[in-house]
């Protein structure tokens, strides 16, 4: 039965997609005599619900199953783990692909490695997270790993109470579906091995905008006045830009919406935070007075600053301070000539470790030779622990790094993870220390920078998944917030413009 393979593969991985009881082959294939699937939406949808289609089109859900970084990534995944990851990416990139039993994992002779079909789908499972798949969702087993049910025996479920009657499917109120945990399905993931890749639902779960009743739909499926179908009534409907960080990687003639999702999503980007700055005396670790500039950033989002597939996104304070000749005299932030961040991690940049003062907000994800070694739930338990305390040390790499942990690339090779991100609600201060700079008067430029993939882990794509070498080039660098000024370090003091010291 199409029922028990897809439960099978999900159960693989012990979480993925379902298909609810009403999902049996027979009711898959026939409904009062007609033939169900998954419904196209350009094809199908689009006939009543064309707005909803014409937003749904230029997101990330209808991107999901052509995203080059995703086909490279289950290429990598598959060959690297000799197809133990399974139905890991695909079962929320393609959730009708694997319902459908088009996304086997096989052993190819000739190669000699595991693959998986990813881009020879059919024309519904290239749709990624289609109409239907959102709208067939009839439970959350729980919120994370698309461990969801899909029932698709004709009847469309969303936030509508009365729906008005129509021949083209039936229709059903979902109390579910007003919730976040129907967005949870996916949007957290625990890897095979235990590493947390993504806790956006937990992190919201903490949020105060979970206590005060605000839902992920809230801002990133706002409200809006209309007609759900061209014969139905005014009604509060929804928008389905679904718009978050991520935009298309293809050439811009390949997907739809390449500008205006880019202009949505640097509009979210500008309103997730808050910048800012004052001068300040700190004390070094030798407890002598320096002179700092201390950065606050403030995360204005409903969960962690940066979210979703953290080891992948990169945000990061930019300084550059210049000299009243113009002549650069401190730096942060700032790249390689491979446009990598100079972090302490030897393959992220050819000039790891040059950048002592970095502000970096992000996912270390980091394999444990011990914690692969242990098996009580205790003794684990305290290891990740001692990990998490670790963290900075496993980060800046060099000497101070223990031996037994190394931070890897991809999700599918960690156990867990080292977190740097903003909690929801939070505020973070980062100190510049100035004290090498001279009495003088200066020009600074600050700014908070975000990329949703790191030159370097795309480059490591191109050498193992096959990755088209172009797509790096097509990241876009948004600036979320910057500040520029003017101050003076005199023999006493230094001052910002409208500060006293």
């Given at each position: 039965m199409r ?5 099978l593969l ?10 609810g ?6 009711v ?6 007609k033939l ?15 707005q909803?289609?014409?937003e749904w ?9 052509k995203d ?13 783990t ?22 086997p994992v ?11 079909e ?7 499972a ?6 239907d798949v959102?709208?067939s ?10 461990r969801m ?5 004709g009847t ?12 083209a ?6 109390q ?5 945990e129907?967005?949870?399905?996916c ?14 639902f937990s ?16 801002c ?10 061209p ?7 929804h ?18 919406g390449?500008?205006s999702?880019?202009e ?5 980007l ?5 910048l ?11 407890q ?9 950033i403030?995360?204005?989002t409903g969960h ?12 990061w304070?930019?300084i550059?301070i210049?000299n ?12 390689d ?10 393959s992220?940049?050819s000039?790891p470790?040059t ?6 907000y ?29 963290c900075?040390?496993i ?5 101070n ?10 999700p599918?090779q ?7 991100m ?6 973070s ?5 100035l004290?090498?700079l001279?009495?003088a ?5 600050l700014?908070?920078l975000f990329?949703?993939?790191?030159p ?8 193992v998944?096959?990755?088209?070498a172009?797509?790096?080039?097509r990241?876009?660098l ?6 520029e000024?003017?101050f003076?370090?005199?023999g006493d003091?230094?001052?910002l ?5």
């Amino acid at each position: 039965m199409r029922e028990s393979l897809f439960c099978l593969l999900a159960l693989l991985l012990s979480a993925g997609c379902q298909v609810g009881e009403a999902g049996n082959t027979e009711v898959l294939q026939n409904r009062n005599g007609k033939l169900v699937s998954f419904s196209h939406p350009q094809t199908e949808c689009s006939q009543c619900h064309a707005q909803h289609v014409e937003e749904w089109e230029i997101s990330n859900h209808a991107y999901a199953a052509k995203d080059p970084v995703f086909h490279a990534m289950v290429k990598a995944g598959q060959a690297q783990t000799e197809g133990k990851i399974g139905q890991f990416c695909v079962q929320c990139h393609s959730p009708v692909g694997l319902a459908t039993e088009q996304t086997p994992v096989f052993f190819d002779e000739d190669l000699g490695v595991f693959q998986q079909e990813t881009e020879d789908l059919d024309a519904v499972a290239q749709q990624g997270v289609s109409c239907d798949v959102c709208h067939s969702i009839t439970d959350v087993i729980e919120p994370q790993n698309a461990r969801m049910v899909l029932t698709p025996d004709g009847t469309k479920r969303g936030t509508i109470v009365d729906p008005v009657p129509t021949e083209a499917h039936q229709s059903s109120y979902s109390q579910l579906h007003t919730t976040s945990e129907v967005c949870g399905s996916c949007h957290a993931v625990t890897t095979p091995r235990g590493a947390l890749a993504e806790e956006t639902f937990s992190e919201w779960a903490s949020s105060d905008a979970a206590k005060q009743g605000k839902t992920c739909q809230s801002c990133h499926m706002p409200e809006y006045i209309g007609q759900a179908a061209p014969d139905a009534p005014e009604r509060t409907l929804h928008r389905h830009t679904f718009v978050g960080v991520d935009v298309s990687l293809l050439p811009p003639d390949e997907f739809p919406g390449y500008e205006s999702m880019r202009e949505l999503v640097r509009a979210m980007l500008e309103s997730s935070a808050k910048l800012d700055m004052r001068m300040v005396a700190s004390q070094n670790f030798e407890q002598r007075q320096e002179r700092a500039l201390e950065v606050t950033i403030s995360n204005l989002t409903g969960h962690a600053l940066p979210t979703g597939a953290t080891a992948e996104r990169q945000l990061w304070l930019e300084i550059i301070i210049k000299n009243s000749a113009g002549d650069i005299v401190f730096e942060s932030g700032t790249l390689d000539a491979h446009g990598d961040i100079r972090d302490g991690i030897a393959s992220h940049s050819s000039r790891p470790g040059t950048d002592p003062q970095l502000a970096y907000y992000g996912q270390y994800l980091i394999e444990d030779q011990i914690l692969k070694s242990l098996t009580d739930p205790q003794e684990i338990e305290e290891r990740k622990k001692a990990l998490d305390q670790a963290c900075d040390a496993i980060v800046q790499g060099g000497t101070n790094a223990p031996a037994e942990v190394k931070v890897v690339t991809f999700p599918w090779q960690a156990n867990w993870q080292c977190n740097r991100m903003i909690a929801p609600d939070a505020s973070s201060k980062h100190l510049f220390s100035l004290q090498e700079l001279p009495a003088a008067k200066y020009s600074a430029s600050l700014r908070l920078l975000f990329r949703t993939f790191p030159p370097y882990f795309l480059r490591e794509l191109e050498e193992v998944g096959a990755l088209d070498a172009a797509v790096k080039d097509r990241v876009p660098l948004v600036t979320v917030a910057q500040k520029e000024w003017a101050f003076q370090i005199g023999g006493d003091g230094f001052v910002l413009p409208g500060q006293t010291h």
